[in-house]
């Protein structure tokens, strides 16, 4: 039989669920057959995806979860393998960005950025091991970025925060494999994603600038656009499916032509 992106019988988790990339994934995953826990620190943003995958016919919980504390994490995989039967597919999404100077950066600042971007992707592939396996499967897709690929200015926290979760991801990938689990880990790096994170960043600026800042933003993709939520939760729908069986410690750049040059 050809491979597909059917995921009927899978479960899968997706961390930051309650709204952008997180939100798309989860409902992109649910409509091609998955189970899905939808996670988040905003509990009703990940109630709010999961009503959303219900009512469209598909089977989800929303689960309260803060991607540091790695309680939350066995109590998140607990629920997800006790409501819906297992664990297949781990969308480590969660993550926020931040734009400022070095001198700037307060060492708190860099502390919750790499806390959440790293030790929260890190804690997720740590807790989710043994449930995989005992499903019988399992694929991580870890939400690293362009800016895990390339440096910008005013961004040294998140590109170092990103960076970190690609070659985890790599790492990872090795370890597993070598240990004999039936586990792949790939990373995903969008380029810049028009998401409520984005709509954050344009917070109090005036509208002529903010119409700028979009246009350089455009300018900066080759394809001439802006990416789509449905852009990044399309490529997780590859990763999590037995299309890309033979991908492991693989990168999967998603950008319009961002890094091309």
Known sequence: MAETTDLSGRVALVTGAGSGIGRQAAETL?????????TDINLAGAQETAASIE????R??????DVVEED????????TVDALGGLHIMVNNAGIELVKTIPDISTADFRRV????V???????????DAMTASGSGSIIN???VAGLIGAPRQAAYCASKGAVRLMTKATALELAGAGHPIRVNSVHPGIIETPMLEDLMTGVPDEQRNQRLAQMKARHPIGRLGQATDIANAILFLASDLSSFMTGSEVVVDGGMTAN
């Open 60 to 65: 989800a919980i929303a689960i309260a979860h």
């Open 72 to 79: 939350q994490w066995e109590a998140a995989v607990k629920a």
């Open 143 to 145: 939400l690293s970025s």
């Open 55 to 58: 009512a469209a016919g598909g």
């Open 30 to 38: 649910a409509g091609a057959g998955a189970a899905v826990a939808c």
């Open 114 to 117: 790499m806390d959440i971007n």
């Open 119 to 129: 030790l929260g992707v890190f804690l997720g592939i740590k807790t989710c091991t």
